[in-house]
Nanobody, 116 residues
Framework: QVQLVESGGGLVQTGGSLRLSCAASASIFSLNTMGWFRQAPGKQRQWVAS???????YYDDSVKGRFTISRDNPKNTVYLQMNNLNPEDTAVYYC??????????WGQGTQVTVSS
């Protein structure tokens, strides 16, 4: 079954940290670039960070220096360590391959809420 399962979200205060996890089916994960995305209320989903199969990482400017993406290939899992969170980081966070594979739905996402 092709799937993506995100976890690790929660409610934190400004300046706090969270570590998100995304378990993916092997058909999605293996040899593919994986990315984290987020969607805030009333806004479109946006790219946050990505990591290639070889470990090269890329970040949106809004999270650079605060977020770290990593992957565990044997576990088909990608992580997002989020530090120094602020209210603008509040969103539902999703993972997926880049580019997205045809017919692969988005997972349920994990809610991150940062209080001021």
């Amino acid at each position: 079954q092709v799937q993506l399962v995100e976890s690790g979200g929660g409610l934190v205060q400004t300046g706090g940290s969270l570590r998100l996890s995304c378990a993916a089916s092997a058909s999605i994960f293996s040899l593919n670039t994986m990315g984290w995305f987020r969607q805030a209320p009333g806004k479109q989903r946006q790219w946050v960070a990505s990591i290639s199969s070889g470990g090269n990482t890329y970040y949106d400017d809004s999270v650079k220096g605060r977020f770290t993406i990593s992957r565990d290939n044997p576990k088909n899992t990608v992580y997002l360590q989020m530090n120094n969170l602020n209210p603008e980081d509040t969103a539902v966070y999703y993972c997926n391959s880049i580019p997205r594979k045809v017919g692969v739905p988005w997972g349920q996402g994990t809610q991150v809420t940062v209080s001021s």
